[in-house]
């Protein structure tokens, strides 16, 4: 009898201590795609939503989208003060996209706003952060979406295509902001979103990175200049790389391999960094080819985007360590990798001595193909 | 309380006696030597049956001499008695024969099958099956003669098991015609036929066949036991037998194998089962059964083994797809919409706006909707049947959803239910009730609830046992013979034994090659 009393009551438990059992139908939710934090004129923040609306979408229209608005002195009540106007629950599950006011991130900072979505049990911690070009993140959502009427989703879209097509920027999801803001050595940078103006509509597009000093957005870096800091982060997997020649006209090359090998050096209190890049690409675009192409000129080639590159990483590398942005190359974390306790040295002043870093690019560029039919 | 008890026993009682009434009613009479006394005997044991025929025929050789004979009319052929008694009788010269009893018995009669009885009962049974009785004046005994011929239905294919490779026979309602269905596949003298009477009032003849060198001697003592434990007033089916010897148990899953084709009853029987034939019906029960046979088809032995493995799998899919499509939609979507891809899930939030019913009370509604359709379908008459199947469509299908009564993708998930749950008839009755339980459970408990369900209905199957034999097989007990024809069938070839569990007698094949 005993033992019986207990396997049902040890069968009843399973039910209490699960946390996934209430019912929730569909219509009792509004799903929210993305969202955009700013802050209203007395100091709270503006949660901007943008949800599927549910009324509008049909066969012929295709899905539609409306904007919900709210208020609050925390994230929380601003998400809570949203049922105000939305009747219905507000759903994260499906949500894509955070947009970040820079004003917010500069001033306030991530880990203040970041808090309530790394706890609610909704949101998905693979959603894609980004800071907002312009002055009013929602403003963002209002844009237009090409073949995407859903304009969260057509900047996830974009993110995610970001890393093997153009290079402009890179892909962040929020579990990694938290690794980053809790890594040693390493510093975050967020892909930023402004809208673009083509006739009469509005897009977004990607324009480059912010890149943050611990939790606060220090600045800007453009699109041009995140490509080259990209190879230093060893997050290259594709995309093209416009080379300009000496005589003005342009070689294009389509990476179709990139390891990029961080090492060090650590001599008399001097710290050296070595970038070994190995690249393999194709040659997809030449403006002004007169030469005919062959071994020699391959050679050549290779050798002029080697020293292209170089000059390119090394001036960018430059950049940063002259605008006083920290560590954004994770150098320190390749010390705290390998020598943990080198690092504990380094550590203290860490964010002062990356700027005096050197560092040497050492690019090895093979053509695999010239895609040249005669 | 009390007066159920007292009920009871009051019914108990009232049984008994109606038993003991019943059995001595023939016991107790006894045949005389007097013949006018016989018949008038018989005449009241079948008073009030006016189908009693009782004919006198005189010895053309001595008119002193004659006989009466007894029969059923309807249950005789005509043509055996006019030629093969009467005129035997009447032209046979039995003057000065000393003993005319055992002289009409061994010379005169010209009938394949005959024997002396003075059993009362015996005798009864005889004309009520369709046998002639000849009674001689003096003697205290009579003939019994077989004359039973009567019309029944010609050997065709069955309608429920139709297939499209294979023997097209199936069994008919007569239990002669069906026993020699059997044994015309056997040209040895290894299939056994024991028959018995079951049923009080019908006395309804059973037969149970077994291939003596193969049957498992546990599983047919079983049989013979539940059987003779039987006592019921009548069989007029073979499913009387099934529902009373089968394991007392709540399960919803079958523990007899049931077909109307004779050459699944011989594969059933050359793996060591017992076949229980029915007269009066074309279905034949076997036993034990497996819970694979359920997706097994008799065509997967007549097609490549390949193609039969395929079709296999998909039946047991469809088992598990009949079972749990309703439910996994309503945990995914009323409890874990985080799992449906974004997409997806917008259009099915985009379909359920507007929709009057929660999805659970929907769902319900669909189910019992679809189930009304199906049970109406099959009672109707084929040209009927297609009016409402058309009906059913336009009704349910688009005119709901564009009334906006449903939600689209509830008439999808309703409709891949019902389609898959056709794959798999032989558990038909099973699969709608653990579809409904699993369901409840969902609706309660999410996901917790559907896999709650699921576990209830796998350690059902897994805990059955069909007389004595587990219905499927544990791990620790596989042998690799035993599994080639499970959900996969192999070749002909590779199937050198017979399943372990089944029988003793293992070798089923020597070397082909």
Redesign the interface.
Same mark, same amino acid.
């Given at each position: 009898m005993k033992k019986r009393l207990l396997v049902l009551l040890l069968s009843i438990f399973?039910?209490f201590l699960?946390g996934?059992?209430?019912?929730?139908?569909?219509?009792e939710?509004t799903?929210v795609t993305g969202l955009a934090i700013d802050k209203d004129e007395n100091e709270n923040y503006k949660l901007t939503f943008e949800v599927?609306d549910?009324?509008k979408?049909?066969k012929e229209t295709g899905?539609a989208v409306s904007q919900v608005t709210s208020n609050g002195e925390t994230i929380l009540e601003a998400v809570r003060d949203a049922r105000r106007t939305s009747s219905s629950k507000l759903?994260f599950?499906?949500t894509?996209i955070i947009i970040v006011n820079s004003e917010i991130a500069q001033n306030e900072g991530l880990n203040a706003i970041m808090n309530f979505f790394i706890r609610d049990e909704?949101v998905?911690e693979t959603i894609k952060v980004v800071i907002s070009g312009e002055e009013n993140a929602a403003s963002l959502l209002n844009a237009k979406g090409i073949t995407n009427s859903i304009i969260s989703?057509k900047m996830l879209e974009i993110i995610e295509d970001v890393e093997d097509s153009n290079l402009y920027s890179t892909e962040v999801q929020l579990y990694e902001i938290i690794n980053i803001l809790n890594g040693e050595g390493m510093e975050l940078i967020l892909p930023v979103f402004k809208k673009v103006q083509v006739e009469e509509n509005e897009y977004v597009s990607l324009s480059g990175t912010a890149a943050f000093n611990k939790d606060k957005m220090h600045s800007f870096l453009t699109a041009e200049e995140t490509k080259y800091l990209l190879f230093a982060l060893d997050k290259v997997e594709g995309g093209v790389l416009n080379v300009n020649m000496e005589d003005e006209s342009n070689l294009v090359i389509e990476i179709y391999k990139n390891k990029t090998k961080i090492d060090y050096e650590y001599k008399n209190d001097m710290l050296k960094f070595f970038l070994d890049i190995n690249m393999q690409c194709l040659v997809r675009e030449i403006t002004n080819q007169k030469q005919k192409i062959d071994g020699e000129w391959i050679q050549q080639t290779e050798k002029l985007i080697e020293q292209f590159l170089k000059n390119e990483i090394e001036k960018s590398i430059k950049k940063i360590q002259e605008e006083g942005i920290y560590d954004i190359l994770r150098f320190g974390n390749k010390i705290y990798k390998t020598e943990p306790k080198l690092w504990e040295n380094l550590k203290k002043d860490w964010d002062k001595k990356f700027s005096t870093i050197e560092v040497e690019v050492n690019p090895k560029v093979i053509i695999k193909n010239t895609s040249f039919t005669k | 309380m009390l007066l159920g008890i007292f009920n009871k026993n009051k019914f108990n009682k009232k049984l008994e006696n109606s038993i003991k009434e019943f059995n001595n009613d023939l016991s107790k009479y006894k045949l005389s030597k007097k013949i006018d006394e016989n018949l008038k005997l018989l005449k009241s044991i079948f008073k009030n049956n006016e189908n009693l025929k009782i004919r006198k025929i005189v010895n053309s050789s001595n008119p002193k001499i004659f006989c009466y004979i007894v029969f059923m009319n309807g249950m005789i052929d005509p043509k055996i008695i006019n030629d093969n008694i009467i005129k035997s009788f009447s032209t046979e010269n039995l003057k000065g024969k000393k003993n005319i009893f055992d002289t009409v018995l061994t010379e005169t009669m010209q009938v394949n099958e005959l024997k002396k009885s003075e059993d009362v009962r015996q005798i009864v049974e005889a004309i009520a099956s369709g046998d002639t009785v000849l009674l001689l004046d003096k003697e205290k005994k009579v003939i019994i003669l077989n004359t039973r011929g009567y019309d029944y239905r010609s050997i065709s294919e069955p309608e429920s098991e139709k297939i499209l490779a294979g023997p097209r026979e199936g069994f008919t309602e007569s239990l002669i015609v069906n026993i020699s269905l059997l044994q015309r596949k056997f040209r040895t003298p290894q299939l056994k036929t024991k028959y018995m009477g079951i049923g009080k009032t019908t006395n309804t003849n059973v037969c149970v066949c077994y291939i003596e060198s193969v049957v498992n001697k546990d599983v047919l003592n079983e049989v013979f036991r539940r059987l003779k434990k039987i006592d019921i007033d009548a069989v007029l089916d073979s499913n009387y037998l099934l529902e009373l010897i089968d394991d007392k148990n709540y399960s919803p899953f079958a523990r007899v194998h049931t077909s109307e084709r004779p050459d699944v009853i011989v594969g059933k029987l050359l793996e060591g089962r017992v076949a229980i034939l029915v007269d009066g019906t074309p279905v034949v029960l076997t036993v034990p059964l497996l819970f694979i046979e359920n997706f097994q088809s008799p065509e997967d032995y007549y097609l490549r083994a390949d193609y039969s493995s395929i079709a296999r799998i998909i039946r047991i899919i469809g088992f598990f797809l009949t079972i749990c499509t309703p439910a996994f939609y309503v945990a995914v979507?009323? #409890?874990?919409?985080?799992m449906i891809p974004?997409a997806l899930? =917008?259009n099915? &939030? =985009?379909e359920?706006?507007g &929709?009057p019913l929660?999805?659970?009370l929907e769902i319900i509604v669909m189910l019992i909707i679809f189930e009304l359709l199906k049970e109406t379908g099959i009672r109707m008459p084929t040209k009927v049947g297609d009016a409402l199947s058309i009906v059913g469509a336009l009704v349910i299908g688009q005119a709901a959803v564009e009334a906006e009564l449903v939600a689209a993708p509830m008439l999808i998930v309703v409709g891949i239910t019902g389609i898959s749950s056709l794959l798999v008839p032989k558990l038909n009755s099973s699969v709608i009730i653990y579809r409904f339980l699993i369901l409840t459970f969902t =609706? #309660?408990?999410? #996901?917790?609830?559907f896999i709650l369900g699921l576990s209830i209905m796998i350690i059902n199957i897994l805990n059955q046992k069909s007389f004595g034999v587990s219905q499927v097989e544990r791990m620790e007990s596989w042998n690799p013979q035993d599994i080639k024809d499970q959900i996969i069938r192999r070749g002909w070839r590779n199937m050198v034994k017979r399943p372990g569990y089944l029988t003793n007698n293992e070798i089923r094949q020597g070397k082909n090659r």
């Open positions: 399973p039910f699960t996934c059992w209430s019912y929730l139908g569909v219509d939710i799903i599927i549910l009324t979408s049909n899905i759903y599950s499906h894509q909704n998905r989703y | 979507e009323s #409890f874990h919409q985080e974004t899930f =917008i099915m &939030a =985009i359920r706006e &929709a929660p999805t659970s =609706i #309660f408990l999410g #996901f917790l609830g």
